[in-house]
């Protein structure tokens, strides 16, 4: 199940059980409570006042005790609450899962993400309500995965609506422009063992590094065709990103399922912004911003 709605659904049951908490299953223990109150009074009055006292205290505990349910519904539901209202409008956390972001992201970071930046959205249904904002190439931007919605993909921003945008030679060219890159020294998986070609790239302004590796070929094969906008060959792609819709890619260029094999990404599967690592269990010095 989804983990938004599951927290949902536990949000609504906990917060229905609080409520009727309030409203009447406590007054119906404290009036059960005063009859049987009562009658005990009646069977201890030859009993000493002492006795009296601490049996129909004790009594009295007991039948005013929540029961197991609404104890844990009501202990919870504002811890509940806190988290959803952050995880659902503020902040999300999520961990990354591969190397398609190296080296800007690396397999087991923690990050956040901004969830408001590009507009607040309904729980759940990702609905927009309030638009506050659009993504900018160079984002690093979550969403939910075009083919499987269940799944959270993240890639950074490169074309917007309207872009005409070629990848040939494994050079990248946003509406007839060359995107500008500079090399610099080559970077060492530590997961492959293995040297990559590390590239700076200045995208909308975002200057971030990229991967490429001489021996992968600069041809991409689709796993289906991309809404008709795309032409492919063995030099790269070109593409017409359609309105309402994105083109992403990963930094590690020749390791990455991206819009260049399965398509855009339409705005209504945009998550949010990630914007912080937070922690790396095997890097624990990996703290901070990231663009």
Not at 25 to 44: K, V, Y
Not at 91 to 117: C, Q, W
Not at 204 to 224: C, K, N, Q, S
Request: net charge positive; proline share 6%; with cysteine.
């Amino acid at each position: 199940m989804n983990f938004a709605l599951f927290l949902l659904i536990l949000l609504v049951v906990t917060g229905l059980v609080w409520a009727m908490e309030g409203v009447s299953l406590r007054r119906r223990r404290e009036a059960h409570a005063a009859q049987a109150l009562a009658r005990l009074d009646t069977e201890l009055r030859q009993e000493p006042e002492d006795k009296r006292t601490r049996v129909r205290e004790e009594q009295r505990a007991q039948l005013l005790k929540q029961p197991w349910w609404i104890e844990y519904s009501v202990s919870f539901f504002p811890v509940i609450l806190i988290v959803f209202l952050l995880r659902s409008f503020l902040v999300e956390p999520f961990k990354i899962p591969s190397s398609s972001m190296v080296p800007t992201l690396l397999v087991g970071d923690f990050i956040l993400v901004n969830k408001y930046a590009y507009g607040i959205r309904l729980p759940v249904a990702n609905r927009k309500v309030v638009p506050l904002g659009e993504p900018s190439r160079g984002d690093v931007m979550v969403f939910r995965y075009p083919d499987d919605p269940s799944l959270d993909y993240i890639k950074r921003v490169v074309g917007l609506p309207g872009d005409r945008l070629e990848y040939r030679n494994k050079r990248l060219f946003i509406n007839g422009q060359a995107v500008p890159v500079r090399q610099v020294d080559d970077y060492l998986s530590r997961e492959r063992m293995q040297f990559s070609r590390r590239y700076i790239e200045t995208l909308g302004g975002v200057e971030h590094e990229i991967l490429l590796e001489d021996d992968a070929p600069a041809g991409v094969l689709p796993t289906r065709a991309a809404s008709g906008n795309c032409t492919y060959n063995m030099n790269g792609l070109a593409c017409t990103v359609p309105a309402g819709h994105y083109f992403v890619m990963g930094d590690n260029r020749d390791n990455s399922s991206d819009s260049r094999v399965w398509g855009f990404v339409p705005d209504e599967n945009i998550v949010g912004k990630a914007f912080f690592i937070w922690l790396n269990l095997n890097e624990l010095g990996r703290f901070g911003a990231f663009r």
